[in-house]
Nanobody
Framework: QVQLVESGGGLVQAGGSLRLSCAASGSILLLDAMGWYRQAAGKQREMVATITVGGTTNYADSVKGRFTISRDIAKNTVYLQMNSLNPEDTAVYYC?????????WGQGTQVTVSS
């Protein structure tokens, strides 16, 4: 069982920045991958950024160059630095962990970008 706790969401003006954090209940090196997904109102959940146990990162085209996923292994925490935010980034952001083909999710954190 993997437990994930997100923090760092909030309200920000367009052009601003936020950093999301996701703390895992155990060593993140035991996980196959971690990532951030988001779900806007009335839309399907979509991948934002992922990082594998080896450190390989992947981003959605819509956030490339603006968002950065990183991790602190000692703190069992994954981060999502979000810069140049725009109203289209408004969504609930979920932390994800994949272990042996099974997905685990955090409770989600709201990010709202005002124009």
């Amino acid at each position: 069982q993997v437990q994930l706790v997100e923090s760092g969401g909030g309200l920000v003006q367009a052009g601003g920045s936020l950093r999301l954090s996701c703390a895992a209940s155990g060593s993140i090196l035991l996980l196959d991958a971690m990532g951030w997904y988001r779900q806007a109102a009335g839309k399907q959940r979509e991948m934002v950024a992922t990082i594998t146990v080896g450190g390989t990162t992947n981003y959605a085209d819509s956030v490339k160059g603006r968002f950065t996923i990183s991790r602190d292994i000692a703190k069992n925490t994954v981060y999502l630095q979000m810069n140049s935010l725009n109203p289209e980034d408004t969504a609930v952001y979920y932390c994800n962990a994949n272990l042996w083909g099974r997905n685990y999710w955090g409770q989600g954190t709201q990010v709202t970008v005002s124009s």
